[in-house]
């Protein structure tokens, strides 16, 4: 169908995407069935459908809004470059915006993490991630050092690689992973705990998991331990107390690379450039970040690598290539919207302003579970945060967890706030603009769609 020329209606909207348009996370049942939220304009805070309604955006797009939507400072940044030099190989050349931007990365990474490699997004980072330290094992000539150890309820991406290292087991599909490649520890949310159990017995059992799995497999068959410091998408899981450092002396002691995947906690969700350093006290060999980099306006990632790691590898013996990269590696424009990001981040003192409000918004999340019952757990950091309920004691399937977290999901739309349902759980990292009375208007919605949808559910 010619399209050009002609403006689509509403119902064209909805069929040429029904039809045409695989989104993420698809489910097969509901291919070219299900019709998506059409949404239209964003400022600041807010997004507004087709049909003109205004939400808060909970979930910030998709962990990433950090600035909010709307600025012109950032249009005008994306417009210059465009007109002055929208796209360079970086096989043969570098930009200003490239070399600019990769140095103002490696003042704001934690210890020697100074060699940065551009990438289109997250699981591209995490790929290169792990593609480095196999190569550096290569180097070392140390072949068969190539497991890598991810954690259930991880989330690493879409690619081959990062798919392969991602935890979340509900989300077992028939697309195939590199499964030679990666072990899995166990759940390491401390709500999961048994209840007799201390946090500081949790946080031993997990390294006991950590060195076990070792001890099975083998140091001399390890390459990486791949963590993100908050596990995100497996529903905001704060590990326990020194869980971060422990892991990171085992790691060094087994010369097994830590790989910190910060493509949620970076760029100031939790207060701070990094949360390895600042929030967790360790620095990682390698770090991954996207998302909040250029808050949402352009695609870009990066793998950070400590030099270190860089040494072992240019110091091995016999040349070689890093024979890894993309043909939007170092985009001009994306690199330009992440110097402008950062430019507004620190002028506007956002990270500071996270700080500031990170109590407030902490203290309304846990109202909520003073308030509500079928409230199980609330957890978070910065401006991450978690509803977990309680299974429904007359069915606990994964069904059913789905169906109350969709029909929350839906209360709170209606009401004009968007979340993010996992199962029982709903998830939010708003925009980090977010000012403290607009944290109480997400969670007096949030109260609201509660209150509609605990009402006759069955609690334990
Ligand atoms: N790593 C983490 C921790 C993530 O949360 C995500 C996405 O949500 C990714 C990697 C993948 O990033 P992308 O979707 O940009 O490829």
């Known amino acids: 169908m010619n399209t050009l020329g002609n403006t689509p209606t509403d119902g064209d909207l909805v069929d040429w995407d029904r039809d045409h348009n695989l989104h993420p996370w698809a489910d097969t049942a509901g291919f070219g069935a299900t019709e998506y939220m059409r ?18 955006d909970g979930p910030g797009g998709m962990w990433c809004t950090q600035i909010g939507y709307g600025r ?7 417009s210059a470059q465009v007109m002055q030099m929208p796209y360079a190989s970086p096989w043969s050349f570098t930009t200003e915006p490239a070399a600019v931007l990769a ?24 790929d290169t991630a792990l593609r480095t330290a196999l190569f550096m094992n290569k180097r070392l000539g140390r072949p068969n050092k190539k497991i890598i150890i991810g954690r259930e309820k991880g989330y690493h991406g879409s690619t081959f690689l990062a798919a392969t290292v991602t935890g979340k087991e509900r989300f077992e599909t028939s697309f195939d992973k590199a499964q030679d490649l990666v072990r899995f520890l166990p759940d390491v949310n401390p709500y999961h705990r048994p209840n007799d159990m201390s ?19 083998g140091a001399d068959k390890i390459a990486a331990f791949i963590a993100e410091p908050i596990l995100c998408s497996g529903g905001v899981i ?30 100031g969700r939790l207060g701070h450039w990094f949360a390895s350093e600042d929030v967790f006290g360790i620095v ?31 110091d091995a013996p016999g040349d070689d ?8 590696t170092g985009h001009p424009v994306s690199c330009a919207a992440a110097i402008k990001n950062i430019e507004i981040m620190e002028s506007e003192d956002i990270l500071g302003h996270v700080q500031r409000v990170t109590p407030h918004f902490r203290a309304r999340l846990q109202q909520i579970k003073d308030r509500f019952p079928i409230v199980g757990d609330v957890r978070g950091d910065g401006l991450l945060g978690c509803i977990e309920c309680r299974p429904d004691l007359n069915d606990q399937s994964y069904e059913a967890d789905v169906k109350f977290g969709q029909k929350l999901d839906d209360a709170c739309e209606e009401l004009g706030l968007l979340l993010r349902p996992f199962g029982n759980m709903a998830v939010f990292s708003p925009p980090l603009i ?13 109260e609201a769609g509660m209150t509609r949808v605990s009402e006759g559910y069955e609690k334990s």
């Open 39 to 56: 949404v239209n304009t964003a400022d600041g805070i807010y997004l507004w459908d087709a049909s003109g309604k205004r939400y808060i």
């Open 72 to 78: 012109q400072d950032m249009a005008d940044a994306i």
């Open 103 to 126: 140095r103002m990365i490696a003042e704001r990474t934690p210890g020697d993490l100074n060699t940065v490699h551009f990438t289109t997004g997250g699981s591209t980072a995490v």
């Open 199 to 217: 946090l500081e017995d949790w946080c031993n059992a997990k390294i006991a998991d950590l060195e076990n799995l070792i001890a099975e497999v």
């Open 238 to 267: 704060v590990p326990p107390p020194g869980y971060h450092k422990r892991t990171l002396e085992i790691c060094r002691a087994h010369d097994i690379l830590y790989i910190s995947d910060e493509v949620v906690t970076g760029f």
């Open 284 to 314: 990682p060999d390698i770090i991954t970040c996207a998302k909040g980099l250029t808050s949402g306006y352009l695609p870009l990632g990066a793998c950070i690598i400590s030099d270190a790691v860089i040494k072992r590898i240019s």
């Open 321 to 328: 290539v890093f024979y890894n990269g993309y043909t939007y």
């Open 434 to 446: 977010i000012t403290p009375d607009q944290i109480d208007d997400m969670f007096d919605i949030m």
